[in-house]
């Protein structure tokens, strides 16, 4: 079963600024060798965090993008 969680670049990766917290399918199986983030990032599995919960300084993008899964809306 799929779901919905928060991925992120690691501590180290990249600057602070570019560390918001992105949201991603998790496909239900395994981990993916790279996270698609519903505003079209990708972020290599290797150099991932990836959190149940939001944390960090969400992206805008994915939760706009995400609004209407999560309201159930078109």
């Known amino acids: 079963m799929s779901r ?3 991925v992120r670049f ?3 990766v990249t600057s602070e600024s570019r560390r918001e917290a ?3 399918t998790w496909p239900g199986t395994g981990v993916p060798a790279t996270w698609l983030t519903f505003c079209g990032m990708e972020i290599p599995a290797h150099q991932a965090e990836v959190f149940d919960r939001p944390a960090g300084m969400p ?8 609004t209407p899964s ?5």
């Open 4 to 6: 919905t969680v928060a």
């Open 59 to 66: 992206c805008m993008r994915c939760l706009t993008d995400a």
């Open 70 to 74: 999560i309201t159930g809306g078109p």
């Open 22 to 24: 992105h949201l991603a």
């Open 10 to 12: 690691a501590s180290g």
